[in-house]
Every structure is written in C-alpha cells, then in structure tokens.
C-alpha cells in the first residue's frame, strides 16, 4: 500500500511539476530553447512515434516559411538515442533546429500527457498554449495558433 | 503473523511497478512488444478461430505500440 501511495505521489508531483499554460519556463530549459524575445514553438518528437512521421513533414515545411525574427520553432528529439533521432531527422529532411534531449531534460519539465506535442511559449518566456497528439493538417493549426499570439503569417499553409 | 508473508510478497511484486511516461515509451513501442509481432500468421490465424468462437471481434489492441499519441 506504501509502494502505491509512493507512486501515486511520484506521479502526482511529476504531473503538478509539468509545465502548463501559463507557467514560466525556467532559464535554462528557455536559453536552450532559444531564448526570450520571440516566440518559441516547441515541437517534442521521437522516431518510435508513429504520429510524428506524419507530422513533421508538415511542420518541416512550414518552418521555411515562418520570420524567424518573431518566431523560432524548435524540435526537441526524445529518442533514447540521440544517433537514432539524427537518422530519423535526416530521413524527413528536418531543416529546422532539433535539440536531443536524452537524459529528458527538457522533455520532464515540460511533462507533455503524449507525444508528439507542440508547446507555445510566448517572448516572455511563457508557456501560452500547448498542442498534444496528433493532429490534422498541423501547419495550419499552428498558423492559427501564431496569429492568436499576434503573429501575422505570411503563407497560409499547404 | 499470518497476515506479514502476504503482505510482504505483495510488496515485493509491487516493487516491480513504474510509471513510464509517455516521453519514455520507445521500447513500448517497439514491434515486439505488440501481441503475436513476432508470429503475425499464427496470431491471425489464432484471432480468427478466436473471434469465430466468441462470435464476436474487437478488443484485440490497435496498431502501433504505446506511442501515446491520440
């Protein structure tokens, strides 16, 4: 009974811990992430995950086509193996910036409930919204998304 | 007396319990780990006289492992 009230607890503190709207990103995880001053989107992906195979094209080319002085989106590889995210990375042909967080670092304080996901954090340094699981047509929920946090686009998707 | 060895075995085979986030499910979602991925036509074949016998299908899991995805 113990080892379960410890593990509820565990899994209680992990989920309080995760980063929600409106949690400020703590510097390190922000400066690794880019920064404060423009809009970050994070997007967390593995080459186990099915969904993101799906996704990241779409994403992939969206990011050519965002002012990266107002916004920077970055992936965040979760792969136990940072050599087997770079081989998934470069069979989809990602040309944005992709972080490997092996030791989950970055991933933990995030605490996303499923993979893929796609954090907003805003130039404060501010988690404004989050996207978890896979979706339809991203590039577009994403531009929506942007265009909710001030950005104006400049492509309206594919 | 009688009630410490239960409860101790008890906590023994919980000790083997984690949770696993969705971000640590790369082994969970190897192919492996599916029901009959290594034996797809003996599972099928096993699923067919199965469902035929239940009269009924469904239920069998999804495709692909414990991504967490939607």
């Known amino acids: 009974m113990f080892r379960i009230i410890l593990t509820s607890?565990?899994?209680?503190?992990?989920?309080?811990?995760?980063?929600?709207?409106?949690?400020?990103?703590?510097?390190?995880?922000?400066?690794?992430?880019?920064?404060?001053?423009?809009?970050?989107?994070?997007?967390?992906?593995?080459?186990?995950?099915?969904?993101?195979?799906?996704?990241?094209?779409?994403?992939?080319?969206?990011?050519?086509?965002?002012?990266?002085?107002?916004?920077?989106?970055?992936?965040?590889?979760?792969?136990?193996?940072?050599?087997?995210?770079?081989?998934?990375?470069?069979e989809l042909g990602v040309k944005f910036d992709v972080i490997y967080d092996p030791q989950k670092k970055i991933v933990g304080k995030f605490g996303p409930i499923g993979m893929p996901a796609i954090y907003y954090i805003n130039a404060e340094g501010v988690v404004v919204k989050r996207r978890i699981g896979a979706l339809n047509n991203i590039d577009r929920i994403i531009l929506q998304d942007l265009a909710e946090l001030g950005y104006e686009p400049k492509w309206s998707g594919q | 007396m009688r009630i410490i060895a239960p409860v101790c075995f008890t906590l023994l085979l919980l000790s083997g319990c984690a949770v696993v986030q969705p971000w640590e499910r790369e082994i969970l979602a190897e192919a492996a780990m599916m029901p009959g991925s290594t034996a797809p036509l003996e599972h099928g074949f096993m699923g067919h006289i199965y469902f035929s016998k239940e009269g009924a299908r469904g239920g069998e899991g999804v495709a692909a492992g414990g991504c967490g995805c939607n």
């Open chain 1, 9 to 90: 607890l565990l899994f209680a503190a992990t989920l309080m811990a995760a980063y929600k709207d409106g949690s400020a990103v703590d510097e390190p995880v922000l400066e690794a992430l880019g920064g404060k001053g423009r809009i970050i989107v994070v997007d967390f992906f593995a080459s186990w995950c099915h969904s993101c195979k799906e996704e990241l094209p779409l994403v992939n080319t969206l990011a050519g086509h965002l002012n990266p002085a107002q916004v920077r989106l970055v992936g965040v590889n979760v792969d136990n193996k940072p050599e087997k995210g770079a081989e998934f990375v470069r």
